[in-house]
């Protein structure tokens, strides 16, 4: 791929490709150079070594020039104090409101699936860790518990309060994979397990 650069003094905008073009032609001034030599009594070797000398540091000089005084955008730099690169997990705090948010969904799908006659909800986070990718990937290790809830009264999780019958109580560890992309207000749940 060919970068171009905007020069900061007003000056022409030049490729890669048009220097390479514009350095290895030869000169006005290399063709009276060699025709001086040759009248001088050099050799044909010593003039085109000097020629291409002339050609590869006029090149380098104005490479370095090039690279010192224009603006590129062909990299993406982050900014200095940025903690999360893209495509990168990075550990985020259990009490997050986006990781409390994903857990809830998490908790949705499971309730979705299951056969339990009632609805369970988030007991505890253990950990969390956030990928930035079209959107955010959590991934967090969480307790669920049973409520006492039933799934047919389509409760609000919030009201529903944790079992207290012995023998209904259930705590699960799961894990859940959680995708949203806050701009399209949407959340995907492709992995919620368990056990």
Known sequence: MESECAWTKDQPVLS???????????SANQEAGRSLLTLA??????????ADFTRSFAMLCCLALWGS?????A????????????????PVNTNNPGVRKAARFGVYQFN??????????EWQINKAMVQIVRGLKYMLHVEIGR????????????DCHFQRKKNL??????YFEVWMTPWLHKADVPVALCH
């Open 112 to 121: 979705n699936s299951s056969n339990d006659l009632f609805l369970f909800k």
């Open 75 to 90: 990299t993406y730099t982050p900014p200095p104090h940025s903690t999360m690169n893209p495509g990168f997990p990075v």
């Open 41 to 50: 009594g050099s050799s044909s070797e010593a003039v085109e070594m000097a």
């Open 147 to 158: 409520t006492v809830c039933e799934k047919r009264g389509y409760s609000n999780l919030d």
């Open 69 to 73: 005084t224009c603006t590129c955008d």
């Open 16 to 26: 890669s490709q048009n220097m390479l073009h514009h350095f290895h032609r030869p």
């Open 169 to 174: 109580q259930q705590i699960l560890k799961c």
